[in-house]
Nanobody, 119 residues
Framework: QVQTVESGGGLVQAGGSLRLSCAASGRILDTYAMGWFRQAPGKEREHVAQINWSGGRPYYADSVKGRFTISRDNAKSTVYLLMNSLKPEDTAVYYC????????????WGQGTQVTVSS
């Protein structure tokens, strides 16, 4: 099993920045990537970014390209999401999840952290 815990959400004004953290623990070797997702009220969940534990080019949704940066610290089994130039439409609950080696699917979701961007 893999456990993930998000932190770092909060209230910020438009144009501001926040950094989210996702600490993973457990059988991390059963995973090969970590991803950030978000879900706003009444909207579908959006895959925001992904990074592989082994490196390579990260994935970003078009809606956050150029503003968000995903990074990892393998020694701490932690993934970060630095969010700059935040917009009110970035308001959502942000979740991290681990991508399984055996199925390729995302699993082991965290409890989420609220990000609210005021205009």
């Amino acid at each position: 099993q893999v456990q993930t815990v998000e932190s770092g959400g909060g209230l910020v004004q438009a144009g501001g920045s926040l950094r989210l953290s996702c600490a993973a623990s457990g059988r991390i070797l059963d995973t090969y990537a970590m991803g950030w997702f978000r879900q706003a009220p009444g909207k579908e969940r959006e895959h925001v970014a992904q990074i592989n534990w082994s490196g390579g080019r990260p994935y970003y949704a078009d809606s956050v390209k150029g503003r968000f940066t995903i990074s990892r610290d393998n020694a701490k089994s932690t993934v970060y999401l630095l969010m700059n130039s935040l917009k009110p439409e970035d308001t959502a609950v942000y979740y991290c999840a681990a991508r399984r080696l055996d199925t390729g699917e995302y699993d082991h979701w965290g409890q989420g952290t609220q990000v609210t961007v005021s205009s």
